[in-house]
Structures are given as structure tokens and as C-alpha cells.
């Protein structure tokens, strides 16, 4: 659980990060500051992350939850009918590419079966 929070305050401190590091780069000791916030958040003995995961990340999502598991089922929804759709048509790809395979190597099998009528044959002298 520990490990939990840690990665989750992290991800969202790198999240923000992403956006802020822009802006406020150019202050002085920032990337030692930085340096310290995540030794702060990873620290045993402070127990940084666990103390921001407590106090600002699960209560929001506890008040949450329910549209959360909304978003979920939704997701989940969707991405049934996404694999569906998709799946159907890949099987119509498929379908259409091997018909028009073999309309085309027909047409080739044909030529060779001709090559092998009897009148070819019969057109080969015998050297027994």
C-alpha cells in the first residue's frame, strides 16, 4: 500500500511537472528543490506521499467513486463495441482479400491446367 501511494502521488507530481517545468525552471534551486520533494515523498521516516495520498487523493476520490465506476462500465462499454466493430472489419477485410486471391490465382490455375491438356500431351514425342 505504502508503494501504492508513493506511485501515485509521483505520477501526479510528474504530471504537473510536465506543464509547470516551463514556467518556473528558471527559479533559483528548483532542481534541487525538486530533488528534495521526491527524497521527501519517497523517505520512510517521512512518509511524505502516504501523508499527501491521505489527505488530498483518497478523499477526492472517495467523493468521486461513483462517477469514476460511471467512467469505468462506460469505458468498458465502448471498448466492447470498438474491438466488435473493429473485429468485424478485419474479418470482411480478410473475407474480400481472399476472394479477390482467389479469383486472381484461378485464373493462373486455369492457364497451368491448360498447359497439361491432353492435346499438349499428345504433342510430346515419346522417347521410350
Do not use: C
Not at 534541487?32 to 512518509?47: G, I
Request: aromatic share 16%.
Amino acid at each position: 500500500v505504502r508503494w501504492m501511494m508513493y506511485w501515485i502521488i509521483f505520477a501526479l507530481f510528474m504530471a504537473t511537472e510536465t506543464f509547470t517545468d516551463l514556467f518556473i525552471s528558471w527559479l533559483p534551486f528548483y532542481y534541487e528543490l525538486k530533488m528534495a520533494f521526491v527524497l521527501w515523498l519517497l523517505s520512510p521516516y517521512t512518509r511524505g506521499a502516504s501523508l499527501l495520498y491521505r489527505r488530498f487523493v483518497h478523499p477526492t476520490l472517495a467523493r468521486k467513486e461513483k462517477e469514476i465506476d460511471a467512467f469505468i462500465t462506460q469505458a468498458r462499454q465502448r471498448s466492447l463495441e470498438t474491438m466488435v466493430y473493429f473485429g468485424k472489419r478485419s474479418l470482411n477485410v480478410a473475407a474480400t482479400a481472399a476472394v479477390q486471391a482467389a479469383t486472381k490465382s484461378q485464373g493462373v490455375l486455369v492457364g497451368r491446367l491448360r498447359s497439361f491438356s491432353m492435346q499438349d500431351l499428345s504433342s510430346i514425342p515419346d522417347q521410350t
